[in-house]
């Protein structure tokens, strides 16, 4: 067997080839070809997630950097899409929505049918100080409620951006749970139990 | 990954690769060990328990002996020169992109234009043309085995390690001339950007900065060109340890679809050659050294 030694990465050279002419931009049929060709297969339900609405949309056309006109008109659509609880309640149970945060599930072509959707928050925040796995997409989130003397607007910001990430920041690259209908209202509620509750290892 | 949580994540992963190694018999394995170990005595200044165990699995996976991808390889170069289908050929024909049968360097190159099909093709995909035209074999069996499981093998896998490993030492050279690869790339530019699937995420939600993790995995970031880019995309095909199977491009793409929260893409379709043709750009000059070993 005569093979090449495994190759420590010369991580150099990064020119070379890399001169490509400047390409305009595929219109956007062409693009919405390459997707079909590669997803057209899929169900109507599945087809309809990869079609952006309005506000998506602008922030792909755009790489999420929208014009400021733009970010207002995002704000103002996605705030209209947040359905707050009827009761006014905001608060679950924090043990709940430790679970909430944990389960990373749902939402993959390889899921079953049935499987309970997970809101994945240690996936790009740190929560719980002492949870050693956890991702940096999002900003950390420890201490979160006791930092915010578990102010009632603070609360209701945070169901807010929960609810829908881009009522509060346009194109906000964390998922809008609420309104793409990821996690229901009560699992809203206990995973902001689960940062603003003072008994929640969030704020110990 | 700096922290504690790292370390023992990667302890883990060793204990794995002990366990998930069937092919290879414990005394080399432990051979594998001492060598690292031995390497380890050479270096200074002295490192704590974790960070040893980190860096002999480091070692672990360059030691081209204890990389069970080279398997992979060595099927791939009997299924080469095998004759198969309907017209009882091999594909020792098959054009990849430097004339028929040559293979130096042809997978540096890919994806690329190939005239007689008038479009970009991966390797998976010329390799699929190939079965179908020069050697008239079923593709949708080989399809059916496009991923590799226990007790099932994948032509196009072995088939695409044996091919990608001829470039080995080669340095990554996307073909950027005709209108056809230009678009490929454009696209696969855009689609690296388009967000959909209920969390709303493209690949750059994973990969379009710097030093990112998603719970402990640390994420290469994509956007830009250079080291990253080039790391990522000179390792692949790979022997991933987590699957006991050799992957390729395919399956990694399929893979980042899957969590991204979209729909099945179609194996050897073109927003996957278009994704590869903008990553290989972005990885232009990357020294490939393939089948590397992975997680």
């Not at chain 1, 072509?109 to 929560?127: E, I, K, R, Y």
């Not at chain 2, 991966?122 to 991923?147: I, N, P, S, Y």
């Not at chain 2, 990253?228 to 390729?248: D, E, F, I």
Request: glycine fraction near 8%; include cysteine; charge should be neutral.
């Amino acid at each position: 067997m005569t093979r090449l030694p495994f190759i420590t990465l010369a991580l150099a050279s990064l020119l070379a080839g890399a001169a490509a002419q400047a390409q305009d931009k595929p219109s956007q049929a062409t693009i919405d070809s390459y997707v079909k060709a590669t997803f057209g297969k899929a169900s109507p339900e599945w087809q309809a997630r990869i079609t952006p609405d309005e506000s998506l949309a602008a922030c792909n056309l755009h790489r999420n950097a929208v014009p400021s006109a733009e970010a207002d008109a995002i704000i103002k659509r996605e705030l209209a899409k947040v359905g707050f609880p009827a009761d006014g309640k905001l608060l679950g149970n924090w043990k709940e929505g430790y679970k909430v945060a944990n389960n990373g599930r749902g939402g993959q072509f390889s899921d079953p049918p049935g499987t309970v959707a997970g809101g994945n928050c240690f996936a790009c925040h740190q929560l719980d100080p002492k949870e050693v796995s956890y991702g940096t997409l999002g900003p950390s989130l420890a201490a979160y409620g006791k930092d915010r003397k578990y102010d009632p607007d603070a609360i209701k910001e945070a169901y807010t951006k929960i609810y829908n990430s881009m009522a509060v920041v346009p194109c906000s690259n964390m998922p809008r749970f609420g309104t793409n209908k990821v996690l229901d209202e009560q699992q809203i509620k206990d995973v902001l139990a689960y940062l603003f509750d003072p008994e929640s290892p969030v704020n110990k | 990954m700096p922290n504690k949580a790292a370390a023992n994540a990667a302890i883990e992963e060793t204990k794995g690769l002990g366990m998930k190694l069937p092919i290879l018999g414990a005394a080399v394995l432990a051979a594998a060990m001492t060598l690292a170990a031995g390497h380890l005595t050479a270096q200074a200044p002295p490192l704590d328990d974790s960070e040893k165990e980190i860096e002999r699995y480091r070692q672990m996976l360059s030691d081209p002996f204890s990389n069970p991808g080279f398997l992979a390889v060595d099927r791939g170069e009997v299924l080469w020169s095998e004759k198969r289908g309907t017209k009882s050929a091999s594909l020792e024909a098959c054009d990849l992109g430097e004339g028929p049968g040559k293979l130096d360097g042809a997978f540096a190159k890919l994806p690329r234009y190939f005239a007689d099909a008038d479009r970009v093709m991966d390797t998976e995909q010329r390799l699929l043309w190939c079965m179908d035209k020069l050697q008239g074999l079923d593709t949708k069996d080989v399809l059916a085995r496009r991923f590799s499981g226990p007790g099932r093998a994948s032509d196009l896998e072995d088939l695409t390690a044996f091919i990608a490993n001829k470039s080995s030492g080669m340095k990554i050279e996307p073909q950027l001339k005709h209108a056809k690869e230009l678009e490929m790339a454009a696209v696969g530019e855009e689609l690296f950007y388009r967000r959909g699937g209920v969390m709303d995420f493209s690949c750059a939600t994973c990969h379009a900065d710097e030093g990112k993790r998603i719970r402990l995995q640390g994420l290469p970031n994509l956007s830009v060109p250079g080291p990253a880019a080039q790391a990522t995309m000179a390792s692949w095909p790979t022997y991933r340890v987590s699957q006991s199977a050799l992957r390729t491009m395919q399956h990694r793409l399929w893979d980042c679809y899957r969590q991204q929260r979209w729909p099945v893409p179609d194996y050897g379709s073109d927003a996957l050659t278009a994704l590869t043709m903008f990553l290989q750009k972005q990885a232009a000059g990357g020294e490939i050294a393939v089948p590397s070993i992975k997680r």
